[in-house]
């Protein structure tokens, strides 16, 4: 079985968190491409050209937000059965029910400590990689 270059579209706002991200994935992977959108508006945008494999989310951003970002793609048949997985700081309980109200495949909380980041985000990455991403 060969594995297919693995299409992640970002979604976040914070320059350091998108650095963070990047540096945490290549140091474990290196057949992917990351697409990066500062908003669900972007993001929207962004997925009019290109369909990725799996997207991640945050939730606090300006303009368009998470949960906005989540209601567009659910009721966007060409758009609905990418996986989402939310990574985010909010652990307010209302947020995660209406992620998973909205059908998202994970909520998964940031962790401050680069180390423990960098578990979280490669952790997500091999499962969706290995479990839904194989060319068969």
């Known amino acids: 079985m060969l594995q297919k270059k693995l299409k ?9 968190e998108i650095i963070k991200f990047k540096r945490a994935i290549s140091s474990d992977f290196s057949d992917f491409t990351i697409f990066v959108a500062n908003n669900g508006s ?3 945008s962004l997925l009019e050209n290109s369909f990725p494999d ?8 300006p303009e368009t937000n998470g949960i906005e970002f989540l209601k567009m793609v659910k009721n966007n048949s060409n758009l609905n059965h990418i996986p ?3 990574l985010t700081t909010s652990s307010n309980i209302k947020d995660i029910q209406e992620c998973y109200k909205l059908g998202v495949a994970s909520y998964v ?19 969706w990689s290995l479990n839904e991403f194989i060319e068969k």
């Open 54 to 61: 799996i997207i991640l989310l945050d939730l606090n951003m």
């Open 109 to 127: 909380l940031k962790s401050l400590k680069y180390e423990d980041y960098k578990l979280e985000v490669n952790a997500i990455i091999k499962y």
């Open 8 to 16: 992640i579209l970002l979604i976040e706002n914070n320059k350091i």
């Open 84 to 86: 989402i997985v939310v």
């Open 42 to 44: 972007e993001a929207v």
